[in-house]
């Protein structure tokens, strides 16, 4: 099956017979492997700029479109044509004021594409590998691309596959085990440090609210801790990174009465000299459990003087670095399982457009062509009615025709794509049923043969068969 699916395009013309588009796969854009932050950073989307872009894309064909924006990525994830694919990088190049920087991006399509937007959600190409965040950051984009009636029948079944395989690769896999990020393992190490699995008991202070600050808030916030305190130089920065996560503000100056009574410290600021200096903390007793000074600054910013002295345990950026590279490891092992995952829903995504999709046109000309001949035959027996009984004619053959077609068209769908030639039994099906005005102009002056049984013919009634009677 495998195999077979691999050969086939998922673009495949048959299913856009007449409609002429071209519709395929796409996954493009740009990311922390292909172009630096000041290229990210200019074509970022907050979501009014997200939902901004999605009004300025036309929708006359239909095209299905995501748009995920994170720190580290913005990209599109795309059903549609080549046009399509220009009219995104023109609505970026407005949004940015500038031009879309075709050297610094990537462009993927069909199954490598699709692979492409499994492998982004699985965590598989984040910078930290197994990244716990990007699953709800590609939640939020498929949210918001629905509330702007982006997505259609094929983009809700890719993103629900994609869903499902990050959840298995979560729970048959190791890759999102561990802290791979320099805060997670500062939190890692934390929770050895006090043999507990959360700091529900603890005080935790944080010292700095620039970047790494507010990124350390956030993880630490995670945990539940009794009580989380920031403090900073400039107090306005703290004040803003305490918003966005429930903790209390500190005076830069009362930093060594709060360090007291924490259980753990945790300083990222950028000071060239220490900012906790072993002089002016305090004696601490033998007995009480060694308090946990965690340093991310470099030059270090907590006096390593304390590292000596009772009661206090300094852990360095060396130290983190040490504990993350070898959660990355641990999760470099589990890229070959999480990959076949992915493969295996790749498969199963793939299996289904060239059966839901493929049937499309047959049953859109089946249908065609009974309302053609519906249509017909009212035309030539209206005389027979009175003009008032039209209406109830026109319903009452419509409901009978809707009806002969249910139970075949519904068999149609379920059998088997594996169970039968199906791409050419489509094909036979669209041959059979197919209205002149929608052949090719040169096959219209020759009348077709008349069909007959073939393998093929057989093949596809035989599974049709099969399947019915599994059924009963």
């Given at each position: 099956?495998?195999?077979t699916?691999?050969?086939?395009?998922?673009?495949?013309?048959?299913?856009h017979?007449?409609?002429?588009?071209?519709?395929?796969?796409?996954?493009?854009?740009?990311?922390?492997?292909?172009?630096?932050?000041?290229?990210?950073?200019a074509?970022?989307?907050?979501?009014?700029?997200?939902r901004?872009?999605?009004?300025?894309?036309?929708?006359?064909?239909?095209?299905?479109?995501?748009?995920?924006s994170t720190?580290?990525?913005?990209?599109?994830?795309?059903y549609?044509?080549e046009?399509?694919?220009?009219?995104?990088?023109?609505a970026?190049?407005?949004?940015?004021?500038?031009?879309?920087?075709?050297?610094?991006?990537?462009?993927?399509?069909?199954?490598?594409?699709?692979?492409?937007?499994?492998y982004?959600?699985?965590?598989?190409?984040?910078?930290?590998?197994?990244?716990?965040?990007?699953?709800?950051?590609?939640?939020?984009?498929y949210?918001?691309?629905?509330?702007?009636?982006?997505?259609?029948?094929?983009?809700?079944?890719l993103?629900h596959?994609?869903?499902?395989?990050?959840?298995?690769?979560?729970?048959?896999?190791?890759?999102?085990?561990?802290?791979?990020?320099?805060?997670?393992a500062a939190?890692a190490?934390?929770?050895?440090?006090?043999?507990?699995?959360?700091?529900?008991?603890?005080?935790?202070?944080?010292?700095?609210?620039?970047?790494?600050?507010?990124?350390?808030?956030?993880?630490?916030?995670?945990?539940?801790?009794?009580r989380?305190?920031?403090?900073?130089?400039?107090?306005a920065?703290?004040?803003?990174?305490?918003?966005?996560?429930?903790?209390?503000?500190?005076?830069?100056?009362?930093r060594?009465?709060?360090?007291?009574h924490?259980?753990?410290?945790?300083?990222?600021?950028?000071?060239?000299?220490?900012?906790?200096?072993?002089?002016q903390?305090?004696?601490?007793s033998?007995?009480?459990?060694?308090?946990l000074?965690?340093?991310?600054?470099?030059?270090?910013?907590?006096?390593?003087?304390?590292?000596?002295?009772?009661?206090?345990?300094v852990?360095?950026?060396?130290?983190?670095?040490?504990?993350?590279?070898?959660?990355?490891?641990?999760?470099?092992?589990?890229?070959?399982?999480?990959k076949?995952?992915?493969?295996?829903?790749?498969?199963?995504?793939?299996?289904?457009?060239?059966?839901?999709?493929?049937l499309?046109?047959?049953?859109?000309?089946?249908?065609?062509t009974?309302?053609?001949i519906?249509?017909?035959e009212?035309e030539?027996?209206?005389?027979?009615?009175?003009?008032?009984?039209?209406?109830?004619?026109?319903?009452?053959?419509?409901?009978?025709?809707?009806?002969?077609?249910?139970?075949?068209?519904?068999?149609?769908?379920?059998?088997?794509?594996?169970?039968?030639d199906?791409?050419?039994?489509?094909k036979?099906?669209?041959?059979?049923?197919?209205?002149?005005d929608?052949?090719?102009?040169?096959?219209?002056?020759?009348?077709?043969p008349?069909p007959?049984?073939?393998?093929?013919d057989?093949?596809?009634?035989?599974?049709?068969?099969?399947?019915?009677?599994?059924?009963?």
């Amino acid at each position: 099956m495998a195999e077979t699916m691999s050969a086939r395009h998922l673009s495949f013309d048959s299913a856009h017979f007449c409609d002429g588009f071209g519709m395929t796969f796409y996954a493009l854009g740009l990311n922390y492997e292909t172009a630096p932050v000041a290229v990210r950073e200019a074509f970022a989307l907050d979501e009014q700029r997200l939902r901004a872009l999605y009004q300025m894309l036309d929708t006359t064909h239909q095209p299905e479109r995501i748009v995920l924006s994170t720190c580290n990525r913005t990209e599109v994830y795309l059903y549609g044509t080549e046009g399509d694919v220009a009219a995104i990088k023109t609505a970026f190049q407005h949004l940015a004021g500038q031009p879309w920087p075709e050297a610094q991006t990537f462009q993927l399509e069909d199954e490598t594409a699709v692979q492409h937007l499994l492998y982004v959600t699985c965590g598989l190409r984040s910078m930290v590998l197994g990244d716990a965040q990007i699953l709800g950051q590609v939640k939020d984009a498929y949210r918001v691309a629905v509330e702007e009636d982006q997505v259609g029948s094929l983009m809700h079944r890719l993103m629900h596959t994609a869903f499902r395989a990050s959840k298995r690769v979560i729970h048959e896999t190791a890759l999102t085990d561990g802290a791979a990020s320099v805060a997670g393992a500062a939190v890692a190490v934390a929770l050895r440090h006090r043999g507990t699995t959360d700091l529900g008991d603890a005080q935790v202070l944080l010292l700095g609210a620039g970047t790494m600050g507010r990124v350390a808030a956030s993880v630490f916030a995670g945990q539940s801790p009794q009580r989380l305190l920031i403090a900073n130089r400039s107090q306005a920065a703290a004040v803003a990174v305490a918003q966005g996560v429930g903790a209390t503000v500190v005076e830069w100056e009362e930093r060594y009465e709060a360090a007291r009574h924490a259980d753990v410290v945790m300083v990222t600021t950028g000071a060239k000299e220490p900012v906790l200096v072993a002089a002016q903390m305090p004696v601490r007793s033998l007995q009480s459990t060694p308090q946990l000074l965690i340093d991310l600054a470099v030059p270090r910013n907590i006096d390593p003087v304390l590292d000596t002295k009772p009661g206090y345990d300094v852990i360095d950026l060396d130290v983190l670095n040490r504990e993350r590279e070898a959660v990355q490891a641990q999760r470099a092992a589990e890229v070959p399982a999480a990959k076949v995952i992915c493969a295996e829903a790749l498969q199963e995504f793939v299996a289904w457009v060239f059966h839901q999709q493929g049937l499309q046109p047959a049953i859109e000309a089946i249908r065609d062509t009974f309302e053609a001949i519906r249509l017909q035959e009212i035309e030539r027996h209206h005389h027979r009615f009175e003009d008032a009984d039209r209406e109830e004619l026109d319903r009452l053959t419509r409901s009978i025709m809707q009806k002969l077609l249910a139970i075949p068209i519904v068999r149609l769908k379920n059998v088997n794509p594996e169970s039968v030639d199906f791409v050419h039994g489509i094909k036979l099906l669209q041959t059979l049923f197919t209205r002149a005005d929608c052949e090719d102009p040169s096959a219209q002056a020759v009348a077709p043969p008349t069909p007959r049984t073939s393998d093929i013919d057989a093949r596809l009634y035989e599974a049709l068969r099969v399947d019915s009677k599994h059924r009963s």
